[in-house]
């Protein structure tokens, strides 16, 4: 069975300070991974995605992950956050078969202080 | 274009109570998901349609959770007797088509709480 962690419940920083929020997954299969943003009180946003092809991924608002099969990790990074960051994001991974079932982790969040 | 809409946002249940959560996907969308997400928790799967065929419902915590998509379009989740612990935000989500690459598209959810 799928399983995500994320180990950090909450990241404090400072605006325009970089970020990393941690992503460990396991699998026996070969696995699609997937950052989703959560502000309040709204549904969850795509913010990037790894099917297959290049290891780093750029998605929306700056934020890039790195896939490392190796370690099984997916980090998210920023190099330069702002106070609008500030929300629940959650690593998701999914098996391909077939229509894309989701398996998320317990999120993580970013608070973005000035 | 308009995103998944649900309704109601809010619902207050007493316990026992049957209730019934709606969704409504993007136009054109052919699968829709159900997630089931607990305070603190990140969003669990719940059920899958491709259409109105209702695929997988593998993370149903129970046989008083039912879902339908008789028309292919709009989904209900309906809760029969509900208990505390069914308290929890219930999110639908649609894409496109199925399989890798197609992206959810996720509403903004509808939060139980059973008292």
């Known amino acids: 069975a799928q399983s995500v962690t994320q180990l950090d419940s909450q990241v404090p920083v400072f605006e325009e300070a970089p970020v990393e929020l941690r992503c460990n997954y396991s699998?026996?299969?070969?696995?699609?991974l997937f950052w989703y943003v959560q502000y309040p009180n709204q549904g969850l946003q795509l913010l990037l995605k790894y099917l297959s092809g290049s290891t780093l991924v750029k998605g929306i608002n700056g934020f890039e992950a790195e896939f490392n099969k190796s370690q099984t990790s997916f980090h998210l990074r920023k190099p330069s956050v702002h106070i609008s960051d500030t929300a629940e994001y959650f690593c998701?991974?999914?098996?391909?078969?077939?229509?894309?079932?989701?398996?998320f982790g317990t999120g993580t969040r970013l608070l973005v202080s000035p | 274009g308009a995103g998944v809409s649900q309704s109601p946002r809010y619902k207050v249940a007493k316990r026992g109570q049957d209730v019934a959560l709606r969704c409504d996907p993007i136009s054109g969308h052919v699968s829709l998901f159900w997630y089931q997400q607990a305070l603190g928790q990140g969003p669990e799967f719940l059920t899958y349609?491709?259409?109105?065929?209702?695929?997988?419902k593998s993370g149903l915590p129970s046989d008083r959770f039912f879902a339908e998509r008789p028309e292919g379009s709009v989904s209900t989740l309906k809760i029969q007797r509900t208990q505390q612990e069914d308290s929890a935000v219930y999110l639908c989500?649609?894409?496109?088509?199925?399989?890798?690459?197609?992206?959810?598209?996720f509403g903004p959810g509808t939060r139980l709480t059973v008292t």
């Open positions: 998701a991974v999914s098996d391909g078969g077939g229509f894309q079932k989701l398996v």
């Open positions: 699998s026996s299969v070969s696995v699609y």
């Open positions: 989500a649609s894409s496109l088509a199925t399989g890798d690459g197609y992206e959810q598209y």
């Open positions: 349609f491709q259409n109105e065929a209702q695929l997988d």
